[in-house]
Every structure is written in C-alpha cells, then in structure tokens.
C-alpha cells in the first residue's frame, strides 16, 4: 500500500471533518468510511484491500500525534509534521490501543436496554452485516456469545471471539452499545475465564447442578427424599410454599401442591444455591450482567419450578438480569418451533409474570429460527423486554453461500455429515435422523442441492455437524475447513445479504413489524432470488 496515498486520505478526511463529514464521498473507496472516526486532528479508520485471490483484506490506520501514537503495533509509518501515519493489523495490542480511546468497543451492560438480541458467530465473520441491521433498530446485540462447547468444537478461544465482535463494532462504527456473553458457563473456571477475557455478562448454566432425575420419582420415593432433608429445611420449604397461591400479575397466580413444592426443592435447590455462590464470588465484583439458564433440562420448567427459583434468588438479594426457563414445545437447533403455539402463549404469559414480578427479563434459548412464536413474545413481553438468543444458523448461512457457489462441494459435505452423524447425538437433542426423515445424499443433485437449506431434517445435519466438518483432517491436512473458508471469503458479500434476511425476519415478528411467519418470509426477497446478483 501506498502510505503516501493514505496521507493523502486523512488530509482529505480531515477537511471533510471541516465542512459535511460526508466519508461516503472519499475519493479512495478502500477507506472504508464508517470506520472513520477523527478526534481533534487524530484520525482512525479500516481500510480494505483485495488480495490477489480476490479475498478481502482489512488494516488498521491510524494518523496521531507522535507522542502517544506509539500505543499501537505499528506494520508501517509515516511522519507528517508532529504526527504520525501508522499501519497495522487487527490485532489485540491495536484493539486494546482503540479501546483507550474509544471506550464504546468495549462491551456494556444490557441493563438498560429493554430489548436485546444474541447473535453468537461460530465463525467470526458475521457481526459486521448484523450491526449494519441493527442500527436504528432500538435492540442491544449481544455479539461475542459462544458456549465452551462451541469454542471446543471450533478449535476458537473466547479471546479470539472477544476480538472478532470488538473490531466489528470499530469497523461498522456502532457506538450504541453491546454485549458480551461469557455463554453457557458451567463451572467458576469457565466464569473466570470469561470474566478476564473481558465479557460484560455471563450466561451460568445449571445443567450439572439440577437433578432431572427427580421429575420421574414415584410420589412414594420423591415424599422420602424430601423428608430426608433437614427438619429445619422441611419447616421453611412446607411453611413457604405448600398450599399457597402468590399472585404474580392480575389473574395471575402460581399456587403449591406437595408435589410442586418436593419436585421444586429436590430438582433446583442445589443450582440455587450455585448460583448465588457465582452471584457473590463473580458477579458483584466485576459487575456482570447475570444470566441463569434452566432450559438445558429435558422437561419443561414449569411455573412452579421457575417461581421456586426466582423467589429464592430473591430472599438472597439476588435479582438476574434475565432467566431462561425451558418453555412448552420444543425448542430444536436450526428449526421452527414445534409444539401447540396456543398453549405456549398460555404460559408464556405466566413464566413472563413471574419474570416481571421479580424484576428480570425472560431469555429465550435456541431462539435461532421460532418465527412461529416470536410475535406471541414480542407482543407479550412487558415492561422488561426480551432477551433472545441465536448463534448456530449463521453458519447455514454461510453453507448457503456454499450451496450456490459450488455445489459439488455441498453436496461432499451433506454426505459426510449425513454418513457420520452419530458423531454429536451426545451433544444436541434434534428430531433429523439418518432413519429415512433426512433427504439421502444420493436423492441430492447439483439441481437440488439449495432444498437441503430450506429442509428441516437436512439443516439439523448441517447444523450439529459444522465442528466435524470443519475439524476433519486426513493425512496432517483439513479435509474441507481450507476450501470452505477460500469460498465463503471470496463472497463475503453475499453471506452478508444472507445473514440480513435470516436475522430480519427474527427482528420483524419480534418488533411487530409483521405479524405471521409467511409475512416475515414474503418481506424479504427470496434468498436463492438474492443469488443470482453475486
């Protein structure tokens, strides 16, 4: 690159700060402008560049004052008078340098944010096109959101998904606010993990602290376990909660059979009380936003189960900023909702009293792809808003691209990952088999191979299987990862328009902008339409 070039830029930045800040009109169009940020007579951008495979290529530029521009890692420099031009990489000593200056690409609170959207990117070049569709929206993204489990699968760190998110927000210019989710941490190790990486919130998952075993206790032995507990504990239990009804709205009660109070007491007591050991050890000092998950069960919270929870926080002085409950139905990877959409706004009216009678906001888990419910949420949801959750069907997202750019290769990787499912049936809950409800590979054809993105049992196959793909190695050498990437980074523009729609949708029934799914869906333009310009 030329640096002389780029002085030349900055200058004419800098007279642009003088008149209309129009950056749109630069006369280099590498300079991408709203990246552009100018302090006083400091300058700062991202300027993008394509290789000569035609992949797009960023640098940081930095135009300081040589005296304090040596906070940044610096690949090439210029002196101009008592500045300095500086080029560098995208890298964590320049991300830490911007951050010094500018405190909003540091993750915040969502405390103050009625609505906020989880966006976890398993591959960690998604969030641009996502911040392009939020601003102006009125929603907090929640950017850097990946589970252990996740960062395992991906062979990632939270530091380098930390970083992916923070240098977006630079890039895209989006001074709004967002988040960071420290996702599905089980133990304080992975809370202080996430803690020092610098995420604004944690989201603790109870699994290994709740006893599901208990739901399926004949009365008999669940009356003897629960008489085994302390006479102490028996007394507050029963004279709390047995036989008593607690209004949590207007017409809205939650009321205590033996049974409730037992199954309540033997499942959730012990992910209570880890909780408020994470609460006090880890949440108070570093000033977390607190999430509790208690959907990572196989049985529905009920009512009962989730007042039980949030009421005992309460008696602790603890209040989450939100808690995900398992609703009615089922919640599936990559899917629609599937159950009775009356019943879950019967609930979903109750579990959203509660919340709002505690204080909180309800969490939404594998919320990626629930048109058929988000409308019931986004109208029903009051004074505390929503908090939804999405990661995995970006990377069906990027699959699409795949799909249309070279379909031969897609259908390579359905069939590898249709042939070895079984690899991840210990990790997720999905209805997709390979028992005859997802399409065969061999009734997959270059003229068909966009179906498997539009099929429910064929996205679950993708969906689970993307660490495998992306993993496997034959001979010291990725079998698919290298030319996935080659693909999907050549045409990053297109997985940035697919992205849009896919996420649009979501946001359009969640704000009541359309009503039903088949309005969401007819809004936007037809992805395969959307191909054809790229």
Known sequence: MDLQTLLSDVHEILDHRDTDSDYSKLSDKEVYAPSIQVDRRNVYFILHEKDNDGKLV????VYENRLTVGDFDAEQSLDDDDSTLIVGELNEPNNVALAKRFQWIRPTSRRNYKYTFGLGDRLGNASNA???LFKGRGIMPVLAQQSIRELVLMHRTNTDVFQSASWAVFEEGFTYGWGADGDHVKTPYEVDYAVKVGCSMITLDCTEEIHNDVVNLEEAELDKRFNALDPDQIKYFNDTYLD????VADGVKVHFTKKDVEESVLTFYDAILFAAGIYKDFVVPYNLDFEISMDETPYQTTPENHFFFANELNRRDITPTTMAPRFYGEFQKAIDYIGDTDRFERE????ESIAEHFGYKLSIHSGSDKLSVYEIIGRLSKKHGWHVKTAGTNWLEALRVIAH????FMLELYKFAYENLDDVKDFYV??????????????????NV??????????????????????????????????FWDILL???????????????????LLQGVVKTKAEAQEKHEPKEDISKNY
Request: hydrophobic share 30%; aromatic share 10%.
């Open 430 to 447: 999905f209805n997709a088999q390979t028992d005859g409800t997802a399409p065969k590979p061999e009734t997959m054809t270059k003229a």
């Open 405 to 408: 750019k070279d379909p031969d």
């Open 348 to 351: 979903y009216v109750v579990h």
């Open 58 to 61: 960023k640098h940081l530029v």
């Open 490 to 508: 050549k045409n990053q523009d297109l997985y940035d328009k697919y992205l849009n729609i896919h996420i649009a949708e979501h946001l359009d």
């Open 130 to 132: 996502h911040l392009r």
């Open 450 to 483: 966009m179906d498997l993105l539009n099929n429910d049992d064929a996205r679950q196959v993708l969906h689970t299987m993307y660490g495998s793909i992306m993993n496997l190695k034959h001979n010291f050498h990725y079998v698919y990862r290298d030319k």
């Open 244 to 247: 008593k009804d607690f209004e």
